[in-house]
Every structure is written in structure tokens, then in C-alpha cells.
Nanobody, 124 residues
Framework: QMQLVESGGDLVQPGGSLRLTCVAS????????VSWFRQGPGEAREAVSC????????YYSNSVKGRFTVSIDKDEDTVYLDMTSLRSEDTAIYRC?????????????????WGRGTRVTVSS
């Protein structure tokens, strides 16, 4: 029962901050790259960040670069996405994805493991 579980989504005001958490259970994240994807209403799925376990290299989309930070706690098999200066356009369901033996950014394939998502709403 390999799975990823996201948490931390919430309603926040513009300019606010939030930490999203992606916890892997049933497997070790070693040799995986973990990505954060988001999809808002009527929008395409977008990869916003990624971190590779082995070398901790990272990726950020232009839409979040400078505002979001991805990190990994290897002892806990947990990946975080720290979001600051949040904007209304950051409103989306955020999901994490684990891709075996890939470099960031990973894209996605059928065998990739997805979490079910956590919702972020940025509104006044």
C-alpha cells in the first residue's frame, strides 16, 4: 500500500503563507523525484515544483519561482511546499506525485503515484 497523502490546504488571504505537506507511506522516497502539481477550476494541470531525493535538486515554474520553496525531510519521507505571497491565481487543488528514477521536472506517466490532493483557496 504505497501512498502519498497531502495536507495543509486552507483558505488564506492574498499575501498570506501556507505550508503543504506530502507524506509517503509504504515505501521509501529514495531514488524518487517528488513533484507538486496544481489545477484550478477550468485550468490545465500545472507542475509548480519538484525535488529529487538523491541530490535534492529542485524545480520551480515561473509562476511560483521566488514565492514557493520545496524541501524534503528524508527521515520522515515527507516533502513540503512552503508558499508565500499567495495570490488569487494560486487557488487550486494541489497534489504531490512520486516518480521513480527521474530528474526534475518529471512530467507524469501512468505508473506515477499521486496523492488525492489538498485545496488551497486564496481570497479576501
Amino acid at each position: 500500500q504505497m501512498q502519498l497523502v497531502e495536507s495543509g490546504g486552507d483558505l488564506v488571504q492574498p499575501g498570506g503563507s501556507l505550508r503543504l505537506t506530502c507524506v509517503a507511506s509504504g515505501f521509501d522516497l529514495e531514488h524518487y523525484a517528488v513533484s507538486w502539481f496544481r489545477q484550478g477550476p477550468g485550468e490545465a494541470r500545472e507542475a509548480v515544483s519538484c525535488i529529487r531525493y538523491d541530490d535534492e535538486s529542485t524545480y520551480y515554474s515561473n509562476s511560483v519561482k521566488g514565492r514557493f520553496t520545496v524541501s524534503i525531510d528524508k527521515d520522515e519521507d515527507t516533502v513540503y511546499l512552503d508558499m508565500t505571497s499567495l495570490r488569487s491565481e494560486d487557488t487550486a487543488i494541489y497534489r504531490c506525485l512520486a516518480a521513480w528514477d527521474k530528474y526534475c521536472p518529471t512530467g507524469w506517466i501512468d505508473n506515477d503515484l499521486w496523492g488525492r490532493g489538498t485545496r488551497v483557496t486564496v481570497s479576501s
